[in-house]
């Protein structure tokens, strides 16, 4: 799958970090249009740092990162949601003081009078019922679950191509969990491609098709999930089996 | 009661309020100042109520807005009004200049920065003696009634003017408040880097509120020497009484909210002038004291000011009565 379809974001020998020291040192990875891949790894392997250099918002790096032909090394992190990029960051971060409607756009102010505006947040509505309910509400009142959602509906306001995802689930209720692993696969089936970085293994090699493994700055290993899942390494060091 | 009946009705009550007072009294000059005060918290709310950017530096663009308008009123004449133009011109510049080499700092060392700025401005004014007068300051040459050369005997019509400034600016902080820009300044300010995804440009928000903000201050600054006649390089590019003044009466009343700084002006320039008035006989630095205790008990109680604080004691109230 992944040979015929063109690749969209190509991350190439990408080094990285902050004040002085590397966090990824020489980190390679491609997603193809419409593919659902994961990284999955420690605490520590530089999960987060990997997704905050392709947004632009780690300023110490080099390498080569494109996306659809587009060289993002040359862009501001508020460019690259021009692009329909969004990077969803880790512990969801809605704006608390504002409404959800506001916060979902912010996603696309520079949208409010077009009538895109209303189709993708009537988009964003079907996805998520219960953000409709609560539009007038501040996003700082709601559940884990319904900010997840928020920042989720934000994302989708934008002509969204490739969603970044940093740790999603973590600090869910499991039965939340569930709900957020059924959006990103909706968000997928609706044609979005998407980059996830979870430390719950076994949720992102249920939903991505394809995934990487990064210890210590480093891809160690490449595979399809279901292979990933079968490797009796990632099985005993990640999946706890 | 609806917020715009609310404050039709407290504009009416300003409105009428000096004719039953001495137009020459020192009631309503007090409330003047009061109002000019107001006018200062808010204008400096647009950059540390909605972008929570502490400026510890207003002075620096009041001073500009006094000296430029002050300067070209004594060497050419010019209306102050036209010299209000100016200075806020010039204070626009210097906010543009300054936000790059402070763009990157938050908190503290943003604070620090502003007052370091204003400071530079205070010495050059103090030490520049041909065209500021240095130390000594500048006196506004005295020709009243002249609304063009914005000269009054009376109190009364500057107690006007400082009214209209504060509507003025407190409509200029709504407007951008719920316009794009005030949506972009509020992401920014609950998370910069979250702001920076969802496409925000940081840099150019914080730059966009800053020359608001400084344009506004000048204008103030403009309308204080021409009311108080006299200034010298302390009194309007003075930390204490106007960089620390106006991040006060915002704080105080409630950051980020329009009446904030008009409640936190209305409560403190009064309480200055009591605790002048009652204490400065009694011991030097005794009314300061005064003063300071005062608003370290409202920020223990109640740090997000003291709207905050009655909004919290009628919902309280509204529960008591309804359970």
Do not use: D, E, H
């Given at each position: 799958m992944s040979d015929t379809t063109p690749t969209l974001l190509s991350v190439e020998d990408v080094y990285a970090g902050y004040d002085g020291s590397d966090v990824l040192h020489g980190v390679s990875l491609d997603v193809h249009a419409g593919e659902f891949v994961c990284v999955i790894g420690a605490n520590t392997a530089g999960k987060s740092t990997l997704l905050r250099t392709i947004s632009r918002l780690?300023?110490?790096?080099?390498g080569r990162i494109t996306f659809d032909g587009t060289d993002l090394m040359s862009l501001k992190a508020h460019e690259i949601p021009k692009l329909g990029i969004a990077h969803v960051p880790e512990g969801r971060h809605v704006f608390p003081d504002m409404t959800v409607e506001e916060n979902l756009l912010l996603g696309a102010y520079t949208l409010r009078q077009d009538p895109v505006y209303k189709e993708r947040l009537e988009k964003a509505f079907t996805l998520f019922p219960r953000l409709k309910e609560r539009r007038r509400q501040w996003a700082g009142t709601l559940s884990g679950g319904e900010q997840q959602m928020v920042v989720l509906g934000r994302a989708m306001m934008l002509n969204l191509r490739l969603l970044i995802l940093d740790e999603p689930s973590h600090g869910l209720a499991p039965i939340v969990v569930d709900e957020v692993h059924d959006a990103l696969v909706k968000i997928h089936e609706a044609g979005t491609s998407i980059l996830l970085v979870e430390q719950n293994t076994s949720l992102a090699l249920s939903v991505a098709s394809r995934g990487y493994v990064l210890e210590s700055g480093e891809i160690v290993l490449a595979e399809s999930a279901k292979a990933l899942h079968d490797d009796p390494k990632v099985r005993e060091a990640y999946l706890g089996l | 009661m609806k917020w715009w009946i609310t404050g039709a009705v407290v504009l009416v009550a300003a409105a009428i309020v000096p004719t039953f007072l001495d137009p020459t009294g020192y009631a309503i000059r007090v409330l003047t100042l009061a109002l000019l005060f107001a006018a200062l918290g808010q204008a400096w709310n647009i950059v540390g109520g909605l972008a929570n950017q502490i400026s510890l530096g207003h002075a620096a663009f009041f001073?500009?807005?006094?000296?430029?308008?002050?300067?070209?009123?004594?060497?050419?004449?010019l209306s102050p009004w036209i010299g209000m133009?100016?200075?806020?011109?010039?204070?626009?510049?210097a906010a543009y200049l300054l936000s790059f080499p402070t763009m990157k700092l938050r908190g503290h060392y943003f604070a620090l920065a502003t007052l370091a700025f204003s400071e530079v401005l205070r010495v050059i004014a103090g030490s520049w003696t041909s065209v500021t007068g240095g130390p000594v300051g500048l006196s506004v040459p005295f020709s009243p009634d002249s609304f063009w050369l914005l000269q009054f005997k009376s109190t009364m019509p500057y107690y006007y003017i400082m009214l209209g400034a504060l509507v003025v600016i407190s409509g200029v902080f709504v407007w951008i408040r719920h316009s794009s820009l005030g949506y972009r300044l509020?992401?920014?300010k609950e998370n910069p880097e979250a702001a920076e995804v969802v496409g925000v440009n940081t840099t150019q928000v914080k730059i966009s509120a800053a020359v608001i903000s400084a344009a506004l201050t000048a204008t103030l600054g403009t309308l204080y020497a021409q009311f108080t006649y006299f200034f010298d390089p302390e009194a309007v590019f003075g930390i204490i009484p106007i960089s620390v003044r106006a991040a006060i009466i915002a704080i105080l009343g409630g950051a980020g909210t329009v009446v904030g700084p008009i409640i936190g002006a209305f409560l403190i320039v009064p309480m200055e002038e009591m605790a002048n008035v009652l204490l400065s006989s009694r011991g030097a630095g005794l009314s300061q004291l005064a003063f300071g205790v005062m608003l370290i008990a409202i920020i223990l109680i109640e740090p997000r000011g003291i709207l905050a604080l009655i909004t919290n004691g009628v919902s309280r109230l509204r529960r008591r009565k309804s359970s």
């Open positions: 780690v300023p110490k790096s080099r | 001073g500009l807005g006094a000296y430029t308008s002050t300067i070209l009123l004594i060497n050419f004449g133009l100016a200075g806020a011109a010039i204070a626009a510049v509020r992401a920014l």
